[in-house]
T-cell receptor, first 111, second 113 residues
Framework: GQNIDQPTEMTATEGAIVQINCTYQ??????LFWYQQHAGEAPTFLSY????GLEEKGRFSSFLSRSKGYSYLLLKELQMKDSASYLC????????????FGAGTRLTVKP | EAQVTQNPRYLITVTGKKLTVTCSQN?????MSWYRQDPGLGLRQIYY???????DKGDVPEGYKVSRKEKRNFPLILESPSPNQTSLYFC????????????FGPGTRLTVL
């Protein structure tokens, strides 16, 4: 069936590296987004991958493998302010114009 | 300042009393969308609009209506709210379509008693 899966919760230590995975199953593919959402706030854009490979943007990197239906978000040099939910989203999941989000991964960064 | 605004931010109402949540963007965006967010379920798309007078159902459209009479506005209408529509609602817009970055409004927390 069609779905987007990501772990519910993760915990990491300040200064460490964490990888948040997202797997998806969809018949068509128009790329994959990652958004960050702090508690009580709106989601904000982190990255968009449409081709295979790793894209680096400062402390955050995002990887995509279309053949495996797999993406990950890599956060380096973790800071306390990185404690948030991370949402992966696939545009055009059921049709050409809709947007489907995973349930989100809540990351807690501890001192 | 480029932004998406929603009103009201908080609303407590009773079952069956019609309500409208407004959404407006000042970026001349074509694509607009409504989501609800519930614990453990993430963001689920309710309705979206590709442009003026063009709307379509998302994942969870039951119990909701929308309209897009002007490019900047995309109100969400609950004709007869029920307790299972208690949720956090977000409006979002993109410049042209689904492969563009979404800009989200601040959210509306709705409680239906």
């Amino acid at each position: 069936g069609q779905n987007i899966d990501q772990p519910t919760e993760m915990t990491a230590t300040e200064g460490a590296i964490v990888q948040i995975n997202c797997t998806y199953q969809t018949s068509g593919f128009n790329g994959l987004f990652w958004y960050q959402q702090h508690a009580g706030e709106a989601p904000t854009f982190l990255s968009y991958n449409v081709l295979d490979g790793l894209e680096e943007k400062g402390r955050f990197s995002s990887f995509l493998s279309r053949s495996k239906g797999y993406s990950y978000l890599l956060l380096k040099e973790l800071q306390m302010k990185d404690s948030a939910s991370y949402l992966c989203a696939v545009p055009g999941f059921y049709n050409n114009n809709d947007m489907r989000f995973g349930a989100g991964t809540r990351l807690t960064v501890k001192p | 300042e480029a932004q998406v605004t929603q009103n009201p931010r908080y609303l407590i109402t009773v079952t069956g009393k019609k309500l409208t949540v407004t959404c407006s963007q000042n970026m001349n965006h074509e694509y607009m969308s409504w989501y609800r967010q519930d614990p453990g379920l993430g963001l689920r798309q309710i309705y979206y609009s590709m442009n003026v007078e063009v709307t379509d159902k998302g994942d969870v459209p039951e119990g909701y209506k929308v309209s897009r009479k002007e490019k900047r506005n995309f109100p969400l209408i609950l004709e007869s709210p029920s307790p299972n529509q208690t949720s956090l609602y977000f409006c979002a817009s993109t410049a042209r379509g689904i492969t563009d970055t979404q800009y989200f409004g601040p959210g509306t927390r709705l409680t239906v008693l």
